[in-house]
C-alpha cells in the first residue's frame, strides 16, 4: 500500500514534467525559488552557530515558529485540493488504517516537504558547537528537526483537509480570502511592534520574550528543545521534545480521522441541511416590503457575497484605527472613528443592491411591487442591523474618549450617516447599478463588462453621504472643540436630516424603480 | 378576452425581433406560441408580462393595458420565464411566501396556498430545501407554483417543459388543464410540437418575430400533423443541400 502510495505520488511528479514549455519553466521557477529561500533560510540558520547560545536560541525559536506556521497555513490561501487527496480514494474500498499513514508518507516526498526539511535540519548545524554537551545537543537537534519536518507536512495536510469540509459547503466558499483579511489584520500589531523598536536591544528583547512563549507551544517546541540543552537545561529540553512529540502524534491522529471520515464523503456533497419553517419571513410582518427585507436578511446569511462585504465593515474601522494607536495618537480621539465609519460602510453598502439580485429581479417587477415598497424593504435590514450597532458603539466610544458630553455628537453623526446613507443607496441602486460577481461565483471576482459605471456610482454614493451629512459632521467638530450647545445640534441636524434623506430616498427611490424596471431587468439581463 | 396583443412591435438597434404581432386569447383556453430558436416568443412574452417595453403596439390583459395600467394588469398575470434566475437561496417555502406577499397576499392565505400546491406539485418533501438544491424539473415546478399562487386570471408560460421529465410535465399539464377548466388561462410558448397540439387549444406559429397562422390547432394543421406544417411554414424546403460529399466516406 504505502509503496503503491510512493509511486503514485512519483508518478504524479513526473507527469508535471509533460507540460508546455511555458508551464515547465514556471513550475521549475517556483521549485527553484522556494528551494533557495529554503537554503538561503538554512545558511542563515547554521551562520548563528558563531553566536552565543543566547542570542541564538531566541532567533531560532521565532523564526523556526514562523516557518511552521508558514507552512501549516499556506492551504488555507491556497485552498485547492491536493493530488492526493483522500476522497479520491473512496471507491476503491481501501481501508483508512493502510491509507492514512500511505498518504502523510507520501505527502512527505514533495518539493515543500523538502524545503522545510533543509530548514529543520539546518539547526543541527547551529548546535553543533564545542562548549557544550555536543552529543546530547546533537540529538535533541535532528529529533527536533525530524519532528519538524513530519509535524508540518502532517499539519499542512490537516489543515488542508479541514478547509477543504468548509470550502465544500457553498456558502463559505470566500473563506480563505476572509481568513488573510484576518491574518493581515491580526499580523498588523506584530508588524507595527517591530517598526516601532528604537534598538537592537529592543529587538532582543522582543525575540527573547516571544520565544519563551512559543517555545512551549507546538510550533515552537521542537526548535527550542536544542537551544535548551544547548544552554545546558537537559529538562527543559526534555520536556519541550515531549510537546513536540505529543503535537505530532495528536496531529497524526487527527489526519487519520479525517482520512476515514473524508472516505465516506464524496467530494461537494456536503448536503444542504434542511431548514424548518419560514426563516426571516416567519418572524417579520407580512406585507410587501417586509418580505423584501426578509429575503434580504436570509441571503446575508446564505450569500457568501453579501456575507463578504458585510465581515469587511467591522474590519476596516480596525485597519484604520490600529496604526495610528501605535504611531501614538491618543487612544480617545481615536475612538470617535470607528463608529462613523462602519455608520458610512453600512449604509453605502447597500447602493448596488439591486445588481446582487442577478436577473431574479424579474419577480418584483412582473409582481408590481411598489417602488418604495422595494426600496423600504432592501433598507430594512441594514437599519435593523445599524441602529443597534451604532447606539452601542457610540456608547462604547464615549465611554473610551471619557467624556460623555459627547455622546450627542456621535448619534447624531452616527444615525445621520447610517439614514443619510440608506437615503442615497436607494436611490443611487435603482438609477446607476453596475455589474456584480453573479450569484453563485466568487464574491472576489470582478465581472467582465463594457461601459460600466461603478466607480461613477460608486464615488457619487460616497461623496453624496458625505456632502449631506456635512452640517451634523460640522456641528459635531465645533461640539468636540468648543462644547456648548453645537452636539446636541449636532444630534438634531444628524438624526432630522438623516431621517429626511431616508424618506426622500424611499420614494424618489422607489419612483424611479418604477419608470426605470424594464432598464434594470435589461441591465441585470446584459451582465 | 383576457389576452389581446396589437401591433406588437420590438427592435433591437437593426434588427427586428418582432415585427408586429396581433394574437387573442380567449379566457378558459389554453394558447400555444411554437417557433424556432430566435423566432421572437420569449420577447414577445416579455413585452406581455412586462419586462421589456415594446417600441410599438399595445397589450391588454383582462382590461388593462399593461404599459399604462401596470399595476393593474399584472396583478392579472402570473409568470414563468425561461432562463432567469429565481430567488434560489430561499427554500421552497420561503419562495412561494415570498411570491404570494410581493403580490399582497395574506399571511394566512399564502400558508395556506402553499400547502395546497406542495401537494399538488408533488413538492411536499422539498419545501425546506433551498431551491438552489433543486433538480431542473423542480425547480420549473416550484416556479410554476409560484406563478400560480396569486390565483391570476392569466398564465404566461416560457417554456414551462423544458428540462422537464415525462412524470412531472403529466402532473404539469393536469394542473394547467384544472386551472383551465375553472375559467383560467394559459399563454405558453414551446418548441415541442407534439405537446402543444395535445394540450393546446389555439395556437400561433410565430417565425422571424411575425405570426405565420394562428386559429384553433385544427385549423392552422391542415390535416396534417402540427410539426409537419410547422415546417412547412417555417421554410421548410431549407432542404439538407449541398452535402453530397457525406455521400462518399473517406477510407
Redesign the interface.
Known amino acids: 500500500m504505502v509503496a503503491q502510495l510512493l509511486r503514485l505520488r512519483l508518478s504524479f511528479a513526473s507527469n508535471a514534467l509533460r507540460r508546455t514549455p511555458a508551464q515547465l519553466a514556471r513550475r521549475a521557477a517556483a521549485v527553484v525559488i522556494g528551494l533557495a529561500v529554503a537554503v538561503a533560510l538554512a545558511i542563515y540558520m547554521g551562520n548563528l552557530n558563531a553566536v552565543g547560545v543566547d542570542v541564538a536560541a531566541p532567533i531560532l525559536t521565532v523564526l523556526g515558529s514562523a516557518v511552521c506556521a508558514g507552512f501549516v497555513l499556506t492551504p488555507v490561501v491556497y485552498g485547492r485540493p491536493e493530488a492526493l487527496d483522500p476522497r479520491s480514494f473512496s471507491l476503491m474500498g481501501v481501508d483508512a488504517k493502510r491509507l492514512s499513514p500511505g498518504l502523510a508518507l507520501a505527502a512527505l516526498v514533495s518539493v515543500p516537504a523538502l524545503a522545510l526539511a533543509i530548514v529543520a535540519f539546518a539547526q543541527v548545524a547551529t548546535w553543533n558547537r564545542e562548549s557544550t554537551g555536543s552529543a546530547s545537543t546533537t540529538f535533541f537537534a535532528v529529533a527536533g528537526a525530524l519532528l519538524i519536518t513530519v509535524g508540518g507536512v502532517l499539519g499542512a495536510r490537516v489543515v488542508s483537509a479541514l478547509v477543504s469540509f468548509v470550502v465544500a459547503r457553498?456558502r463559505s466558499r470566500e473563506f480563505s480570502t476572509l481568513a488573510v483579511l484576518v491574518v493581515l489584520v491580526a499580523v498588523s500589531p506584530v508588524v507595527v511592534a517591530v517598526v516601532r523598536l528604537r534598538s537592537t536591544r529592543d529587538l532582543a528583547d522582543l525575540l527573547t520574550e516571544a520565544s519563551s512563549v512559543l517555545g512551549w507551544t507546538p510550533l515552537g517546541a521542537a526548535w527550542a528543545a536544542p537551544a535548551a540543552a544547548a544552554a545546558g537545561s537537559t529538562g527543559e529540553a526534555v520536556a519541550k521534545l515531549l510537546i513536540a512529540l505529543v503535537s505530532v502524534a495528536l496531529l497524526g491522529a487527527a489526519w487519520h480521522a479525517l482520512v476515514a471520515r473524508m472516505l465516506v464523503t464524496a467530494p461537494g456533497t456536503v448536503a444542504?441541511r434542511?431548514?424548518?419553517?419560514?426563516?426571516w419571513?416567519g418572524r417579520f410582518p407580512?406585507?410587501?416590503a417586509?418580505?423584501?427585507a426578509?429575503?434580504t436578511l436570509?441571503?446575508w446569511g446564505?450569500?457568501p457575497r453579501y456575507a463578504v462585504s458585510l465581515a469587511i465593515i467591522p474590519i476596516v474601522p480596525v485597519v484604520l484605527v490600529l496604526p495610528l494607536l501605535f504611531a501614538g495618537v491618543p487612544a480617545g480621539i481615536l475612538a470617535l472613528i470607528p463608529v462613523p465609519v462602519a455608520a458610512l460602510l453600512l449604509g453605502w453598502t447597500l447602493h448596488n443592491d439591486v445588481a446582487y439580485?442577478?436577473?431574479?429581479i424579474?419577480?418584483?417587477?412582473?409582481?408590481?411591487?411598489r417602488g418604495a415598497a422595494d426600496r423600504f424593504g432592501r433598507a430594512i435590514p441594514t437599519l435593523v442591523v445599524g441602529i443597534p450597532f451604532i447606539a452601542v458603539g457610540a456608547l462604547a466610544s464615549a465611554h473610551v474618549y471619557g467624556d460623555r458630553s459627547v455622546l450627542p455628537s456621535l448619534f447624531g453623526v452616527g444615525f445621520g450617516i447610517l439614514f443619510t446613507g440608506v437615503g442615497v443607496s436607494s436611490i443611487v441602486s435603482a438609477r446607476f447599478p453596475y455589474p456584480v460577481a453573479a450569484?453563485?461565483s466568487s464574491a472576489f471576482t470582478s465581472p467582465q463588462t463594457s461601459g460600466s459605471s461603478s466607480p461613477v456610482s460608486q464615488t457619487l454614493s460616497f461623496a453624496a453621504i458625505l456632502a449631506l451629512c456635512g452640517p451634523a459632521l460640522y456641528f459635531a467638530g465645533r461640539g468636540l472643540f468648543e462644547g456648548g450647545d453645537w452636539p446636541s445640534l449636532a444630534l438634531s441636524t444628524g438624526i432630522g436630516g438623516g431621517l429626511f434623506v431616508l424618506l426622500v430616498g424611499v420614494f424618489l427611490g422607489g419612483w424611479i424603480f418604477?419608470r426605470r424596471?424594464?432598464d434594470l431587468?435589461?441591465f441585470s439581463?446584459r451582465n | 378576452m383576457v389576452l389581446k396583443i396589437e401591433g406588437l412591435v420590438k427592435r433591437f438597434g437593426a434588427t427586428t425581433a418582432v415585427a408586429g404581432i396581433d394574437l387573442s386569447v380567449h379566457a378558459g383556453t389554453i394558447f400555444g406560441i411554437v417557433g424556432p430558436n430566435g423566432a421572437g416568443k420569449t420577447t414577445t412574452l416579455s413585452m406581455v408580462t412586462g419586462l421589456l417595453k415594446p417600441d410599438d403596439g399595445r397589450v391588454i390583459v383582462h382590461g388593462a393595458d399593461v404599459w399604462a395600467k401596470p399595476a393593474v394588469a399584472k396583478r392579472n398575470m402570473g409568470v414563468l420565464p425561461d432562463r432567469l434566475r429565481l430567488f434560489d437561496r430561499l427554500t421552497g417555502a420561503q419562495l412561494l411566501f415570498y411570491s404570494g406577499t410581493l403580490r399582497g397576499l395574506s399571511r394566512a392565505a399564502v400558508v395556506a396556498r402553499t400547502a395546497d400546491l406542495a401537494r399538488a406539485f408533488a413538492l411536499d418533501d422539498a419545501l425546506d430545501r433551498l431551491v438552489s438544491d433543486y433538480s431542473a424539473g423542480m425547480t420549473k415546478k416550484i416556479a410554476l407554483a409560484a406563478a400560480m399562487i396569486h390565483s391570476p386570471r392569466l398564465l404566461v408560460l416560457d417554456e414551462p417543459f423544458e428540462s422537464v421529465d415525462p412524470v412531472s410535465s403529466a402532473n404539469i399539464i393536469d394542473i394547467l388543464r384544472r386551472y383551465v377548466g375553472a375559467g383560467g388561462t394559459v399563454v405558453l410558448s414551446s418548441h415541442s410540437m407534439d405537446l402543444i397540439e395535445r394540450i393546446c387549444d389555439d395556437v400561433a406559429v410565430v417565425v422571424n418575430g411575425a405570426v405565420l397562422d394562428t386559429g384553433t390547432v385544427e385549423q392552422v394543421r391542415q390535416g396534417r400533423t402540427l410539426e409537419e406544417r410547422f415546417v412547412q411554414l417555417a421554410g421548410g424546403a431549407n432542404k439538407a443541400e449541398g452535402l453530397e460529399w457525406l455521400h462518399n466516406f473517406s477510407d
Request: charged share 15%; no cysteine; net charge positive.
Open positions: 457553498r444542504g434542511p431548514r424548518h419553517g419560514l426563516g419571513f407580512g406585507t410587501p417586509w418580505a423584501v426578509a429575503r436570509s441571503y446564505r450569500d439580485d442577478n436577473t431574479a424579474w419577480l418584483h417587477i412582473t409582481s408590481g411591487i450569484p453563485g418604477e424596471s424594464t431587468f435589461a439581463v
